[in-house]
């Protein structure tokens, strides 16, 4: 059977469009609220990204800092997250959802447990954002042994050479880092930028599905709309931050921002 995050490619692709994925921390601002969140986003959003909250992210900027010291601080563990994935699983179990996280909230989980608590809850993919290749390939293999894709990470600064075992190592989705910053920083490259350097890379192996992320926000979502699939999470994580501090509802809020996402890659 075709993994989930496969077949929401494969549907965005007849719509001719590129899939749109978000990024929400998990417990962001309550368990009930993030799973209130997933739901109300799954209408507009093919694929969710469910960021494990970590007390020291290093590849995030402030607004998933943010997001994820709120959900720290109202005492989400682990358990809790795969709680809420199993539950959003049960009201719609062909979402693919990719659980995205650091190494050592895996390794003191255990790797095992881990990922048979990813299978049992529903977890179609997994983002490691400080296990890169080729340290993570013997991880991967066990994640493709669960039917879990395995989700590399490229940057604008990884050789050609590199890439190329990378990409020929990697399952069927891989990540491009648009810049060298942490997330939701300011666009410092031109989108034109963006996509000569995504598309070399897309050249490598076509059947491979790469999104972009990092700085993707309303304004610029449109002019990458070539890529196979987008990636938004800081301007989701702002928008939560600002519907709390003026006491609106950010199911709401959140979910009318990934609709305008949505209708400009349309």
């Given at each position: 059977m075709?993994?989930?995050?496969?077949?929401?490619?494969?549907?965005?692709?007849?719509?001719?469009?590129?899939a749109?994925?978000?990024?929400?921390?998990?417990?962001?601002?309550?368990?009930?609220?993030?799973?209130?969140?997933?739901?109300?986003i799954?209408?507009?959003?093919?694929?969710?990204?469910?960021?494990?909250?970590?007390?020291?992210?290093?590849?995030?900027?402030?607004?998933?800092?943010?997001s994820a010291?709120r959900?720290?601080?109202?005492?989400?563990?682990?358990?809790?997250i795969?709680?809420?994935?199993?539950?959003f699983?049960?009201?719609?179990?062909n979402?693919?959802?990719?659980?995205m996280g650091?190494?050592?909230?895996?390794?003191?989980?255990?790797?095992?447990?881990?990922?048979n608590?990813?299978?049992?809850?529903?977890?179609?993919?997994?983002?490691?954002?400080?296990?890169?290749?080729?340290?993570?390939?013997?991880f991967?293999?066990?994640?493709?042994?669960?039917?879990i894709?395995f989700?590399?990470?490229?940057?604008?600064t990884?050789?050609?050479?590199?890439?190329?075992?990378?990409?020929?190592?990697?399952?069927?989705?891989?990540?491009f880092?648009?810049?060298?910053?942490?997330?939701?920083?300011?666009l410092?490259?031109?989108?034109?930028?963006?996509?000569k350097?995504?598309n070399k890379?897309?050249?490598?192996?076509?059947?491979?599905?790469?999104?972009i992320?990092?700085?993707?926000?309303?304004k610029?979502i449109?002019?990458?709309?070539?890529?196979?699939?987008l990636?938004?999470?800081?301007a989701?994580?702002?928008?939560i931050s600002?519907?709390?501090?003026?006491?609106?509802?950010?199911?709401?809020?959140v979910?009318?921002?990934?609709?305008?996402?949505?209708?400009k890659?349309?």
């Open positions: 075709l993994n989930p995050i496969s077949q929401a490619f494969k549907k965005a692709k007849q719509e001719n469009r590129a749109l994925l978000t990024y929400t921390v998990a417990g962001d601002s309550s368990k009930k609220q993030s799973l209130e969140i997933l739901k109300s799954s209408t507009n959003a093919d694929i969710l990204e469910v960021g494990i909250p970590h007390n020291t992210p290093v590849a995030d900027g402030s607004q998933i800092q943010t010291y959900a720290i601080k109202n005492g989400i563990k682990m358990n809790d795969f709680k809420i994935i199993k539950d699983k049960k009201l719609n179990k979402k693919p959802i990719i659980l650091y190494f050592n909230m895996i390794l003191q989980y255990g790797e095992n447990n881990f990922l608590k990813c299978n049992s809850s529903g977890v179609n993919g997994l983002i490691v954002v400080d296990l890169p290749w080729p340290e993570n390939k013997n991967a293999k066990k994640c493709k042994k669960k039917f894709y989700i590399q990470l490229l940057s604008p990884t050789t050609k050479q590199r890439l190329k075992k990378i990409i020929k190592d990697s399952h069927p989705m891989n990540y880092i648009s810049m060298l910053s942490t997330t939701g920083g300011r410092k490259v031109s989108p034109n930028n963006i996509l350097n995504y890379i897309k050249k490598i192996d076509p059947k491979k599905e790469i999104v992320g990092f700085g993707i926000t309303e610029t449109g002019k990458l709309k070539s890529a196979d699939g990636v938004v999470g800081s989701i994580c702002k928008e600002k519907s709390l501090k003026h006491r609106q509802n950010p199911v709401t809020n979910s009318k921002l990934v609709k305008k996402l949505k209708n890659i349309l």
